[in-house]
């Protein structure tokens, strides 16, 4: 009887474990950063440290709204909150005379990693789950996407859309020029080379009215501006 006892209380201890600290069975995602405000924006430039399985550093840089932190103040230590649907960054630190450092600690959404998982979007990480965060992937974006007629996304693209700032007044900007068809492939080829409805727009004004992505992407890379058009066609060079 006195071991049965001794089974039960250590049942009991078990048990009150898991209900009094369950936060300690989920991992944070920890880092530094040093940021910036210039009038209602706030740059913040975060060095990630080693999470889970993961090793070594990275760093970005992104750009917020002050008024989508909770609790920011100047010219004292303090922790400050942003929350969105992939999970909720605390930073802790201070800003004086507009610039500021401290620590940061990122904790995962799992509801919202959930909905990803029902939306087809499956074993994202922690560290992608901050990729998410930093470029506000959120609920209204996935559906947003699906509108546009993006159905079949993969996991990985996602990322990558939300790595390199694909949100979606870039994608309609690019579909309202006329490549309405143009894949997620390519929308990540022309936000990474700097094409966009300004730089289309003059290509146009130049005269080159029917140009392929492809097309655009190759002048891009190799520094094609409408300044250099203009300087070829004012030489005679009429059929550029």
Not at 47 to 73: A, M, V
Not at 171 to 184: A, F
Not at 230 to 236: A, D, H, I, L, P
Request: proline share 1%; net charge neutral; with cysteine.
């Amino acid at each position: 009887m006195k071991k049965n006892n001794t089974y039960f209380f250590v049942l009991i201890i078990l048990c009150l474990s898991c209900l009094l600290y369950p936060a300690s069975l989920a991992e944070e995602i920890e880092g530094s950063w040093v940021g910036k405000i210039r009038n209602d924006k706030i740059r913040l430039s975060f060095n990630i440290f080693d999470y889970g399985n993961r090793s070594g550093q990275w760093n970005t840089t992104t750009y917020f709204t002050r008024s989508e932190f909770s609790n920011l103040q100047m010219d004292k230590e303090h922790e400050f909150t942003l929350r969105r649907d992939a999970g909720v960054l605390n930073l802790f630190g201070k800003f004086s005379n507009d610039r500021g450092f401290g620590d940061f600690t990122f904790s995962v959404s799992d509801e919202f990693r959930d909905f990803l998982e029902k939306e087809g979007f499956s074993n994202i990480d922690d560290g992608e789950m901050l990729h998410l965060f930093f470029s506000d992937i959120n609920r209204s974006y996935i559906k947003g996407i699906k509108d546009l007629g993006y159905k079949n996304i993969s996991t990985s693209k996602l990322i990558s859309l939300a790595i390199h700032d694909v949100n979606l007044q870039y994608i309609k900007d690019v579909q309202s020029l006329g490549y309405e068809d143009i894949s997620l492939s390519k929308l990540l080829s022309f936000r990474i080379h700097g094409i966009d409805k300004k730089y289309v727009d003059n290509i146009r004004k130049h005269g080159l009215k029917d140009v392929s992505p492809n097309e655009l992407l190759s002048m891009k890379i190799h520094d094609v501006t409408p300044e250099f058009i203009k300087n070829m066609r004012s030489q005679g060079f009429g059929d550029v």
